[in-house]
């Protein structure tokens, strides 16, 4: 609620963590903190709870729409799952031929639908803006794992093919994600769209479609894209897509622009980085949309597109420390 939420359920943390509880927003309420209701705590060795996450914030999700169908509203629905440790609901359990990971994919398939139908249900589905996607990609370090506290998880994570390696990591496949945007009354359907875009983009793109004016006083790290889903010249006056990218110290480590990627410094799950180095002394370079899985370094032949990319993240950096950064 401090974020400008009117009512809220969820987890305070991941649900894999042993400080995890589950709870909601009450006016009345004054456990754990004023303002809230604790629903479950120690999370996720309450598993009935955990079984039960994904369930309860579709529900929730549902009834806020029907509560709010005859005003403008905003939702933001944010699924435990697929984070480890995997709690598919009684229902969904068994159901997928590919394990617990199979079975909750499956149960977020389906709340996703009710989500949905309640709008169609509304009579609002046409006019209502609907965004999907995901944080990033899979946690592959647990891939070959037996034994830790999510069990074994060698069946469990999923896997980001054709992109290398996952989650946390500065390759492609800790960055790209699927992504819907659905509007039935302004976009038209069953479009394939190659222009890269980014979850910055998200928050520009819908104050332009609201006629609501940016704020003048911080930097905005996105781009209004909304002539890229509604307009017949898509990409018609679209800012390029330039994208700068952190491994886990936060520091700027690669960056793309259009479809060439630069990388100053490297981070993976694997540790390994698949044989790559990466400096800015000696940047990688490739091209992402021809090379999906970054395996061919172009450095060396397209040198005027390294030194351009390069001169770009130290820009970037420059600018992190002259404004003050989330890590300062």
């Known amino acids: 609620m401090a974020h400008g939420f009117d009512e809220w359920i969820g987890t305070n ?35 009935r709870a955990s079984e039960s996450l994904t369930g309860i914030c579709t529900r929730a999700a549902v009834q806020f729409i029907k509560k709010n169908k005859d005003d403008p509203f905003f939702a933001y629905v944010p699924y435990n799952m697929p984070h480890l440790g995997l709690f598919p609901s009684d229902q969904f359990k068994g159901i ?19 989500i949905l139908n309640a709008l169609e249900e509304s009579g609002i589905r046409e006019n209502t803006i609907v965004i999907f996607s995901s944080d990033n990609g899979p946690w592959i370090k647990f891939a070959t794992v037996s034994e830790s506290k ?25 960055h790209r994600v699927p992504g819907i945007i659905s509007w039935p009354a302004q976009i038209k359907g069953n479009q394939q769209e190659q222009t890269p875009i980014s979850t910055l983009d998200i928050l520009p793109t819908l104050f332009s479609i609201t006629g609501v004016d940016l ?5 905005i790290d996105g781009r209004d894209i909304s002539n890229l889903l509604m307009s017949e010249e898509q990409d ?49 370079l490739f091209q992402v949309e021809e090379d999906l899985g970054e395996r061919i370094d172009r450095a060396a032949e397209e ?26």
């Open 303 to 328: 040198r005027e597109i390294t030194t351009d990319l390069l001169a770009e993240l130290k820009e970037f950096k420059a600018q992190l420390s002259q404004e003050g950064s989330f890590w300062d």
């Open 150 to 174: 999510y069990g074994d998880t060698r069946l469990k994570v999923g896997y980001a093919t054709p992109f290398r390696d996952g989650k946390g990591s500065t390759w492609e496949g800790g």
């Open 96 to 114: 997928s031929k590919n394990g617990e990971l199979g079975d909750v994919m499956e149960e977020l398939d389906a709340s996703v639908g009710e």
């Open 215 to 219: 704020p003048k006083d911080r930097t």
């Open 236 to 284: 018609q006056g679209l800012e390029p897509f330039t994208f700068f990218y952190n491994y886990n110290d936060n520091l700027p480590s690669a960056v793309r622009k259009g479809p060439w990627k630069l990388h100053v410094r490297i981070g993976s799950q694997t540790n390994d980085n698949y044989g790559f180095v990466a400096s800015e002394e000696s940047p990688l």
């Open 13 to 47: 943390v991941s649900h894999d963590y042993d400080v995890a509880m589950l709870m909601k927003s009450n006016p009345a309420g004054n456990d754990p903190i004023p303002g809230y209701e604790l629903i479950a705590k120690d999370l996720p060795s309450d598993t």
